[in-house]
């Protein structure tokens, strides 16, 4: 492999295994001020066990989390000079943002979080709590908003030419507030909610099936199964507005969502099939006739654009991002339906005697992680060729001073290293499930006073 096809190789599987951790901690994060929240409102001591037991899983998720993502900005400097310095300013203003608004309030209450149990207040430690919390949807605010700008450049203007061309940010907050930022963020958001949810329904639903720690489990799963219910629901609803506004922004990444060959036509909505690229068409697909158009423009007759609108070096590859986006898009639905059919179950009151769907539940853990790095390979391929969309290629933007033999060797110590930590991350996370609640983790009758 020559040496851009290595660093995408590389960067793509760093950032992949990284991406499993942020989205838990975020939605661990909202799911321990609520647990925290209801303690203090309740003074039921199962809150606060609950928040206790959920803190423990959420320190060892952080701490990964934060090792994975530090190996990625090493990676800007030495297999993506030349993308660096074209995005310096813009990054290193988003990142700035990141440090000063979110890494150190995460970091300066971490502490109280985790060790500060019959140290501090009830109500300080929830206060802590939500500073965590806010922390870690801020950090996602401000890479979101970095990875946004590469989608949609807004605020800037560009300074020097050839190897020297540069971004140079002229409007802080319309680079901030660039047209898919909002829409990301939300889509990002809802997606880290459903994987906090989901992996606290799947532990609490092993739990019932092994009948241990029941009314730990059957409250953490009433509260887990509302917030996964409304951030399913809430997806479809973000997915869809960040769908209409790719139509405007990145219509050819659109058209190769829905393999859209037609140059301005109607479009269908695919619900499988294999796209041949070479011919242009999709192979043993079921479509549904103009819902595309339908719910992109409100028409089912009115014309969406497709690939044959651009050069074929300006498409996407077509196949892969099809089966990605339709992957995410399936699981999603999926967890709709699961999560609305515990709601129904609860109300019935069948959800704690149904063990074919607790069983459901937990495998779902795997639902948020897999849609998740679909939803972030159709969009990060669905860009291509460029890194920065309509400005820089990314056959432009790698080091040209580093050999293939260096990546190589790079790749595979990543590799080995990422399994070493994928492994300490299962055991150390099966030892804690193992052990569970303890009732040592109840709160002091005097700190509770």
Do not use: C
Not at 1 to 6: F, G, P, R
Not at 323 to 350: D, E, K, N, P
Not at 436 to 444: A, C, K, L, R, W
């Amino acid at each position: 492999m020559d040496v851009l096809t290595l660093s995408r190789l590389q960067f793509g599987l760093t950032i992949a295994f990284h991406y499993i951790f942020p989205p838990l901690s975020i939605g661990l994060g909202l799911i321990l001020v609520i647990m925290e929240g209801l303690y203090l409102k309740t003074k039921n001591p199962l809150y606060h066990l609950m928040a206790r037991f959920w803190v423990r899983i959420f320190g060892l998720i952080f701490a990964i989390g934060v090792a994975t993502g530090i190996v990625m900005e090493f990676q800007f400097g030495t297999n993506w000079s030349a993308y660096s310095r074209y995005v310096g300013d813009v990054f290193g203003s988003a990142l700035a943002a990141e440090g000063i608004f979110a890494f150190f309030l995460e970091s300066g209450f971490l502490a109280i979080l985790l060790f500060g149990w019959n140290k501090v207040s009830p109500r300080f430690h929830f206060f802590s709590t939500i500073m965590v919390a806010l922390g870690a949807h801020f950090s996602a605010i401000w890479i979101v908003v970095a990875n946004s700008w590469q989608q949609t450049p807004a605020g800037h203007h560009i300074v020097g030419q050839g190897l020297n061309a540069r971004a140079e940010i002229v409007d802080f907050w319309q680079m901030v507030l660039n047209p898919s930022s909002v829409d990301r963020i939300s889509h990002t958001f809802m997606g880290a909610w459903q994987a906090g949810a989901f992996f606290i329904l799947s532990v609490s639903a092993f739990y019932l099936l092994r009948k241990k720690h029941q009314d730990f489990a059957k409250t953490s799963i009433k509260i887990a199964l509302i917030v996964a219910a409304v951030a399913s629901v809430m997806q479809l609803v973000t997915g869809h507005s960040s769908a209409q506004g790719i139509s405007v922004t990145q219509p050819a990444k659109l058209a190769a969502f829905e393999a859209h060959y037609a140059e301005s036509a109607a479009a269908p909505l695919y619900l499988f099939g294999w796209v041949n690229e070479k011919e242009e068409k999709v192979l043993m697909g079921v479509k549904i006739p103009g819902l595309l158009s339908y719910l992109v423009h409100g028409d089912f007759e009115r014309p969406v654009t497709g690939l044959r609108a651009f050069p074929p070096d300006k498409r996407p590859p077509v196949n892969f991002v099809f089966q990605t986006y339709h992957g995410m898009v399936a699981i999603g639905m999926a967890l709709i339906a699961l999560s609305l059919g515990g709601l129904f179950f609860w109300w019935r009151r069948w959800l704690f005697n149904l063990k074919w769907y607790l069983w459901i539940l937990v495998f779902s853990v795997l639902g948020p992680q897999i849609s998740n790095q679909l939803g972030w390979f159709s969009a990060e391929v669905g860009r291509q060729p460029y890194i920065v969309y309509n400005h820089l290629l990314t056959s432009e933007a790698f080091s040209k001073s580093i050999s293939s033999g260096e990546v190589i060797t790079s790749l595979v110590m990543f590799v080995v290293i990422y399994i070493f930590l994928l492994a300490l991350f299962v055991y150390l996370l099966n030892e804690k499930i193992r052990q569970g609640p303890s009732e040592d983790g109840i709160i002091s009758e005097e700190h509770r006073a």
